[in-house]
């Protein structure tokens, strides 16, 4: 048996020196042997105390290697202690003791072998001739792949090859270290990967599941393809620099473009910061099979980090494209001034009435191609109607129209606003009278020649028109239409007006807080109204958005949501208020100006525009106030309806007066139609009036002419 040189040398070292160290004390207790021994034991505990103060791993290999000579010291002290050889020669014993635990456990050859575990000494086996090491088996012949793609081939043998798949190729992602790319086909030629799946893969390298991705190959030039062939990308590293740092494209795909997403399906096109405006675009598509986008509007807030009633977040949805406009602050919380510039139409009619939610202006028109335009504001109290229909009148004033204004009750604001009108004037009798008049210029324009001797529907393009567009604006018209004395005869005046008016220059506007047929409009008048005009609802409540917008004809999927109570953001501290039983301040409610504009098939939100009526309100207005031609009101005077209709009642203008006995009655001309003063259903109804013409004889029976 052959033992390694270092073995033998310390065996030999320790055979020798046990006599010694048994001896020594006893023979000459004064000898130098003695005094090197317990040196050595001292610098063996030296060792021991370096060992344990150091922090390199190894402490007790160090330790075990320093304790022969600490041992040695040991025994040589309590032999030089005993009497004689001690005891049943106990000094003898510790040293034969000492070499055989020197000789058992040799500490010094076996610690001085690399890698090499502290072990009991034990004889050496005897040399045998050993078969040649069998070449490790590999499902993959030797193709000249990269060592990466070997050492992987060799994992995914060794984990079982999931999926009854061999590896063709792996390929490191650069800057991960974890993270790959592996090539797969069925170890079977003609057989389909079937097996595979995310965990198996994910067992096989230790990942997450999550962290596995697994598809199909396409065939290519010179490699095959189809269901035999898989593409499995590994990406640990990827994955958790995603959740921490994600980029914008990762943060859309995963928070908003998911499935179950805020707009599912979607794939980020880009970003776009307005620094002037203050407000940053995301633009994204969704593959047109998918349709038209879906948008949750609550989850795309959350993942923006922004409440949904902030008013901060506004989607526009075009085709397969959404834009989402994330505002610093709300843009309907800001006050955009009216200017003469913003209100004057331009030569398509259009102007400006205020500022959607994605920043864009809204415009309403003062004419169609199908002729005056009507118009139709709705809004509670305090809601922003007057102001609304100031810029309307503003508007209509600055294209040259004539702008008449009856309100069912009187305020501040419209009495300004009645300065720059050709007439102006309040309550239900002055509303009828207006109507009547209009209902009568139906017949006179219809009937005055344009330059080229011809009579013609009202175009503001075709040059020659005798007259000048009308705008007739009826404040609360509902209140009005209620009114006992003259309120039946304001609805069908005004259902005639917007039939017919339209083609003779003539448009009205309505303004109250409803739109709803049971409050008093006719389904007539307001199909009339909606289909020739971009109608505006401002601050509806909202138990009453959903019947408001479906009287408009708006779609159950295009009606919106509610806006919030206020734009301004809550103020912080509420949690340091309730500790410190502070009140709560008060809420800003900045949503006057603030609804819907109408023009499409969807209701866009939208902030109008204001008029500083405490400041004056005579600079968004032209100079000159526009009047009917002398023509119009010599035929209106010759009809009995151009007056001042302020004044009372005119005996025979609403009826037979009730002082009137039978017999005059039976000799007077027959007075139908109308509303008596003293109440009574009318003759004269919608159904019986149909042109212009009869709702003129019909207004001439009632005047007595």
Known sequence: MSLPRSVALERTLYTLAAPVLAAAPN????????????????AGAGGWYLAYKSDEPGTGRKVLRWSPLVLAAAVDVAAKNTPGWGPWCVDAL?????????????????????????????????????????????????????SFTRQVRQLWENRGMPGRTIVVKATPHPGMPHDLSLLLRASEAGRPISGLTEEAVAAAFGVEVTDVRIEAVARQYGREGGPGWKEVHITPDANERRRKAPTVHEWWADRIGAAGGAVPGSEFVKEVRDTERKVTHYIAQVPDEMGEPRVNLHALAAALKTKYDEGRLFVTVDGNQVLVSLWDTSPLAQVFPATKELLTPDKDGRWVTGYLGNGQPARNRVYTDRGAAHGLFVAPSGGGKTQLMALHIAADALFGAVVMLATEAPDEKTAALGRHTARYGVGALYMVRLLRALVALMEIRGEMPWEDGQVHEWDPTRPGCPYRMLSAYLDEFLSAARNGDYGAEIMDLAELVSVKGRKYGIGIKVAGQSIYVQDGFTQLLCENLRENCIPVVLKVAPKKITDMFRALGIAPEHIPDPLPRSFSPAEKGRIERIMRGEPEPPADSNTGGAGWIVEAKQPEVLRTLFMDFKAGIDGYFPEEVEHLTDYEIRELEARDLWFDWTEPPRPGEFGPEPGDDEEDQDDAPKQGGGKRRGGGKPTTRRDEVTSPRQALEAIRKLSGV
């Open 27 to 42: 023979l000459s207790p004064d000898s130098p042997v003695n005094t090197a021994i317990q040196l050595a034991g001292a």
């Open 94 to 146: 510790l040293a034969a003791g000492w070499a055989a635990a020197g000789l058992l456990v040799l500490p010094f050859s076996r610690h001085t072998r690399r890698h090499h575990r502290p072990a009991l000494a034990t004889p050496a086996p005897a040399p045998q001739l050993q078969p040649a090491a069998p070449e490790p088996f590999s499902a993959q012949p030797d193709d000249g792949a990269s």
